[in-house]
């Protein structure tokens, strides 16, 4: 099924992401614990992240996705990113997913490795996004940044450079995590005046241990609003008690973000179906 199908007869839609086991950390037969896990959530889809290296032999997304959608019966999304990919390259990954039956796409750049210099064909997120409408029946999707992108010069920037993945074919954007819904309300509102009339996903991530936050924080440069700092740091030296918080924090965003109307909440679940679990339990009945 089509992900803007899905969002044709629901609102707001719930979907899951994933990454696949890391290389030495298993193999991908670790992905059924975690799916085994998350299936009970009834998620409306799950994404799977792609690698941004490129490694055209590492083909775990397209399996994932695969069994996902044959074993799980659930739609997938494939995360494909294009700055160390040519043409080619995308091209035979889009042969592999059509012949899989994967029918979503995420269209996205990737982050740039200065030790591996970025391939030429695709510039930008927009490219991959005409490039793949061109070369199938993919539903495509865009990635989006409450708060801005991180090199972008200013949020409007952005919001018009989001506006050329729409332009290109994209029918529905996943947000980058935020930490105060009220970046995603703007981002929102700026959006709708740039002419962006897709569904947009807001995207949570539940903070359950210190390092996380540090990691996240580093990557993606989301703000965090006193009422998480102080969380943060009233539970550092309490692991169990973070992961509460972590998790009720994540709940109260959801809670506000339906009270005002999101079409989606995607959670970002680091592959813990416990996190996950309690999250949908808590909002089972708003669903
Ligand atoms: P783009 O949309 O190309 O934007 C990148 C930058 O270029 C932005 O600053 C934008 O404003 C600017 N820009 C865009 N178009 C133009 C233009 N025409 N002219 C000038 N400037 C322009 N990374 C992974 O490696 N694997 C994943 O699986 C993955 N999944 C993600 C899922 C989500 C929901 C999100 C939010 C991010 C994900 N990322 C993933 C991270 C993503 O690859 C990085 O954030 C990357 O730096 C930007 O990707 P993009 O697709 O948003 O790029």
Redesign the pocket.
């Given at each position: 099924m089509k992900i803007s199908d899905i969002f044709k007869t629901k609102k707001p839609v719930f979907s899951l992401?994933i990454?696949p086991p890391k290389k030495n950390q298993g193999n991908i037969e670790q992905i059924y614990t975690t799916l085994d896990g998350l299936k009970d959530i009834r998620p409306d889809f799950i994404?799977?992240?792609?690698?941004?290296?490129g490694n055209l032999a590492d083909s775990s997304?397209a399996d994932i996705c695969r069994i996902i959608k044959d074993k799980y019966n659930i739609t997938p999304l494939a995360?494909?990113?294009?700055?160390n990919n040519s043409k080619e390259d995308i091209s035979s990954i889009l042969k592999m997913l059509e012949e899989y039956g994967i029918e979503n796409i995420?269209?996205?750049?990737?982050?740039?490795n200065p030790d591996i210099e970025p391939k030429k064909d695709f510039?930008?997120?927009?490219?991959?996004v005409s490039y793949i409408k061109q070369s199938g029946n993919f539903g495509v999707?865009?990635?989006?940044?409450p708060e801005?992108?991180?090199?972008?010069?200013s949020l409007v920037?952005?919001i018009?450079?989001?506006k050329?993945?729409i332009d290109a074919g994209a029918e529905h954007?996943?947000?980058?995590?935020f930490f105060d819904n009220k970046f995603f309300y703007n981002f929102r509102e700026k959006a709708e005046i740039a002419g962006i009339n897709v569904p947009i996903?807001a995207?949570i991530m539940p903070v359950v241990n210190k390092n996380q936050i540090e990691r996240m924080v580093s990557m993606?440069g989301a703000s965090l609003p006193p009422k998480f700092t102080k969380m943060c740091s009233r539970f550092a030296d309490n692991p169990e008690a973070l992961r509460e918080a972590g998790i009720a924090y994540a709940i109260d965003q959801i809670i506000d973000l339906i009270s005002n109307d999101v079409d989606g909440i995607?959670l970002?679940t680091m592959n813990n179906p416990y996190v996950a679990k309690k999250i949908f339990d808590a909002i089972e009945t708003m669903r």
């Open positions: 992401e990454f994404s799977v992240t792609y690698g941004a290296g997304t995360h494909l990113t294009c700055v995420l269209a996205l750049r990737g982050d740039i510039r930008y997120a927009s490219e991959l999707s865009g990635a989006c940044y801005g992108h991180i090199q972008s010069a920037d952005d018009l450079n989001v050329k993945k954007l996943v947000s980058q995590l996903e995207g993606c995607h970002y």
